[in-house]
């Protein structure tokens, strides 16, 4: 199992992007978003990385 994310664990991955994505003002579809720039892409990523670390911050 090690190395092997569970489908709640890839939905829950999910469900955060689309959130840090609408965050910062990025239209994320289902599927396949290989028309975003990098700058938007980065900016989900970065919302994402913020997210996490203010998280660990609060434990």
Same mark, same amino acid.
């Given at each position: 199992?090690?190395?092997?994310?569970?489908?709640?664990?890839?939905?829950?991955?999910?469900?955060?992007?689309?959130?840090?994505?609408?965050?910062?003002?990025?239209?994320?579809?289902?599927?396949?978003?290989?028309?975003?720039?990098?700058?938007?892409?980065?900016? $989900?990523?970065?919302?994402?990385?913020?997210?996490? $670390?203010?998280?660990?911050?609060?434990?």
């Amino acid at each position: 199992m090690k190395g092997e994310m569970t489908q709640k664990g890839k939905e829950a991955l999910e469900r955060f992007k689309m959130e840090s994505a609408n965050e910062v003002g990025v239209s994320l579809s289902n599927g396949y978003n290989g028309d975003l720039t990098s700058r938007q892409a980065g900016s $989900i990523g970065g919302q994402m990385v913020k997210k996490m $670390i203010d998280a660990y911050k609060m434990q």
